[in-house]
């Protein structure tokens, strides 16, 4: 009589069988951070398509002129980071300078006209009689 100790039944045997992917090209490995990659452009793509980009809101005020000269100013700091020489650089920032003064006149023009606009408004409305508050 055997033991159940003594006999020895067979280890099951289990073997791998890689059997290909449909569609898998045999390209690199991707990793954690380049499956985040992929995520978050997807998701900031869809962001852009249904929300749209960021806008900064100006105020009502500044003319439709100061706002170009407000992006040419953008283009010119722009230009600066591009600049690849030094007196090209030199050059660019000059420009740039002069830009920006020439922003910052137009839009204290243009809040000088406002305050205008609103002070006789209101002084319209203090001849007539009428308190309301004309400070939109």
Known sequence: MYLSSQITTPEPRFELVLVPIQGYTGRRKTTTEDSWKGIGGSLNSTRHKVLG???HHYKKWISIESLDKIQERKNKKTAINNSR??????KVQ?????????VERSIRADRQKHMEELATTAEKAAREGNSVNHSN
């Open 53 to 55: 980009r960021n806008k």
């Open 85 to 90: 020489t030094i007196t090209e650089k030199v």
């Open 94 to 102: 000059a420009e740039c300078t002069e830009a920006n003064e020439q």
